[in-house]
């Protein structure tokens, strides 16, 4: 038998002591709402990178009209919104349906991306000189 004295009972007290950060973690409302703010945050700044590079791509080719790299970087922008807005407002979010809060961005993703032409004769995308 092991007294307490032992190395390695030691050494499994301070791994069960080292785990309880997880415990004040999960139960700290104070921590919960920085965590799903930063995640905010970040969904935010994607979905900002997003609609710039839609922007500057518009900009730069305008005839194409909209293409395959336009509505991705479109639906980047509009996903990645949505995200963030379920994060800072996640206490609103918790009491909708969940079947509803997890199925519309996908199905949104999946008509839009229906509804897209077929790209024919276009190879290759070249940039006006």
């Known amino acids: ?3 307490l004295s032992s190395p390695s009972s030691a050494a499994s007290l301070n791994l069960k002591e ?4 997880w415990w004040d973690v999960n139960e700290s409302p104070v921590w919960q709402d920085r965590i799903f703010h930063l995640l905010a945050v970040l ?3 994607v979905s900002v990178i997003a609609v710039i590079q839609l ?5 730069r080719v305008p005839e ?3 293409t395959t790299q336009k509505v ?3 639906l980047n922008f509009l996903v990645n919104g949505v995200r963030a807005l379920v994060f800072v407002f996640r206490r609103d979010a918790q009491n909708m349906q969940p079947e509803l809060v997890e199925i519309l961005p ?4 999946l008509f839009i991306l229906r509804k897209l ?3 024919r004769g276009i190879t290759q995308y070249h940039p006006i000189q």
């Open 1 to 3: 038998m092991h007294s």
């Open 18 to 21: 080292g785990t309880n950060w």
């Open 43 to 45: 969904y935010a700044v």
């Open 55 to 59: 922007v500057r791509i518009q900009l």
């Open 64 to 66: 194409y009209g909209w």
């Open 72 to 74: 991705f970087h479109f």
């Open 106 to 109: 996908s199905s949104l993703v």
């Open 117 to 119: 032409p077929p790209k």
